[in-house]
T-cell receptor
Framework: KNEVEQSPQNLTAQEGEFITINCSYS?????LHWLQQHPGGGIVSLFM???GKKKHGRLIATINIQEKHSSLHITASHPRDSAVYIC?????????FGTGTSLTVIP | DGGITQSPKYLFRKEGQNVTLSCEQN?????MYWYRQDPGQGLRLIYY???????QKGDIAEGYSVSREKKESFPLTVTSAQKNPTAFYLC??????????FGPGTRLTVT
């Protein structure tokens, strides 16, 4: 059983669309992270959340601690948003990772 | 600025050679971690260290070794015993007050 589940696994969107990626986790956590990885590239940390909601530009991340669920939203999607988005949770002892959501935004 | 540095971003080695991946942090974090990512798979824990001079094996430690002689450094050596070393390697650290950071990663190719 995976401690972190993401959905969808793959997502294709038209430029300008509103995108939502979901993450559910089963362990007790101290923080949840959303990471971005471009093909062949490194990891970029987008958000670290322990409660509520954070916004950075066109990206919004929310977390519901009671439901053990987080969402990453991308407004007005752009082809440069095409990447793999990974949800990770830390419980103070280690991190657990989802398998990622591969997003392709078509012009 | 505080953060985690992993170098190099891309690394190429011949089969049979040991290779050491660097991970440095200036966050004063006690705990550091190494993860491996294979195509289409999630990241898996190789080794972690909660304190200087101590480290523990993770889920896939075979063929790897680490050291933690300094708080800020946690190098990972991929030995010739690792059967499939080509992968993406990610270093992370965590401290008090929910501080958790990830490095940018190193992509290792062994031919």
């Amino acid at each position: 059983k995976n401690e972190v589940e993401q959905s969808p696994q793959n997502l294709t969107a038209q430029e300008g669309e509103f995108i939502t990626i979901n993450c559910s986790y089963s362990v007790g956590i101290s923080a949840l992270h959303w990471l971005q990885q471009h093909p062949g590239g490194g990891i970029v940390s987008l958000f670290m959340l322990s409660s509520g909601k954070k916004k950075h530009g066109r990206l919004i991340a929310t977390i519901n601690i009671q439901e053990k669920h987080s969402s990453l939203h991308i407004t007005a999607s752009h082809p440069r948003d095409s990447a793999v988005y990974i949800c990770a949770v830390g419980d103070g002892n280690q991190f657990y990772f989802g398998t990622g959501t591969s997003l392709t935004v078509i012009p | 600025d505080g953060g985690i540095t992993q170098s190099p971003k891309y690394l190429f080695r011949k089969e049979g050679q040991n290779v050491t991946l660097s991970c440095e942090q200036n966050l004063n974090h006690d705990a550091m971690y190494w993860y491996r990512q294979d195509p289409g798979q999630g990241l898996r824990l190789i080794y972690y260290s909660q304190i200087v001079n101590d480290f523990q094996k993770g889920d896939i430690a075979e063929g790897y070794s680490v050291s933690r002689e300094k708080k800020e450094s946690f190098p990972l050596t991929v030995t010739s015993a690792q059967k499939n070393p080509t992968a993406f390697y990610l270093c992370a650290s965590s401290g008090t007050l929910n501080e958790q950071y990830f490095g940018p990663g190193t992509r290792l190719t062994v031919t």
